[in-house]
């Protein structure tokens, strides 16, 4: 355990700035001293490293937390995008070292011009925000990542480790999942248009784990028992996707 001194010193972060993170709910201290003093486990302090790694790439608060908020091999999808933007960024740093001491050798080549085009890192960024966008803003998955929809109580974080799934391709997936059902809303939840959606919903449930039709109804009842926290950025979405799975799966 290390104090909230201690954490300062090790982070940069000042303590002020850490008693924030516990209001807002982003960092609270693993435990509190009779004293009133914060005190940090190792699991605090790998959420603290994550907070500062997105920080770093210019995430506000709130998206943060959303962040933090997907199962851990969402998490890690979204690091290792991260990580193939930082080893691009690192490569084209070194051509411009290699450069510099050309030139100071008195040394040019027209082709020293390429170190400052970064229209190969803007694509991967923009490919990877794209994705990283929609985890965020509609934070439509997380009834799901919630809760235990399979027998034996098999969560999707737990079946994205078996079934080793590319969380890339699920990504994508959920996108036009998200999408479907956000048009379809406009038709109505007897729609072919909401057909088609759940249609495509509960394949990109069964791409993660089994699931029956007694399964797939728990996930519709998950999105109603989140309304609340998904009407915040969709409203009416959770209640549209449990009408929809039930008008066709009774």
């Known amino acids: 355990m290390k104090s909230v001194n201690e954490v300062s010193k090790l982070s940069g972060v000042s303590r002020r700035t850490l008693q924030y993170y516990d209001e807002i709910g982003l960092l609270p201290p693993s435990a ?9 486990d190792e699991e605090s302090l790998r959420r603290l490293w994550s907070i500062l790694f997105y920080k770093e790439l210019g995430f506000s608060l709130e998206e943060i937390r959303l962040l933090l908020e997907n199962s851990k091999e969402m998490k890690k999808e979204l690091m290792r995008q991260h990580k193939q933007i930082l080893l691009e960024k690192q490569s084209q740093l070194q051509k411009l070292l290699l450069s510099v001491d050309r030139i100071l050798n008195d040394e040019f080549d027209i082709s020293m011009l390429r170190d400052f085009d970064k229209n190969r890192l803007e694509t991967i ?36 480790k078996i079934m080793n799934v590319d969380l890339g391709k699920i990504i994508v997936l959920g996108k036009k999942v998200f999408e479907e059902f956000c048009n379809a809303m406009k038709e109505g939840p007897d729609s072919l248009e909401a057909k088609e959606a759940v249609a495509d919903f509960r ?17 519709a009842q998950a999105y109603l028992n989140n309304k609340e926290e998904l009407d915040k950025k969709t409203p009416g979405l959770a209640e549209f996707v449990y009408e929809a799975i039930l008008h066709v799966y009774q």
């Open 125 to 160: 960024k923009k490919t990877y925000a794209n994705e990283i966008q929609v985890l965020i803003e509609s934070g439509f998955f997380l009834p799901v990542v919630k809760s235990d929809i399979a027998s034996g109580g098999v969560s999707i974080e737990n079946a994205s």
């Open 32 to 40: 509190v001293k009779t004293s009133g003093y914060r005190q940090y």
């Open 203 to 219: 394949e990109f449930i069964s791409i993660l784990i089994p699931c029956d039709d007694t399964a797939f109804r728990k996930i």
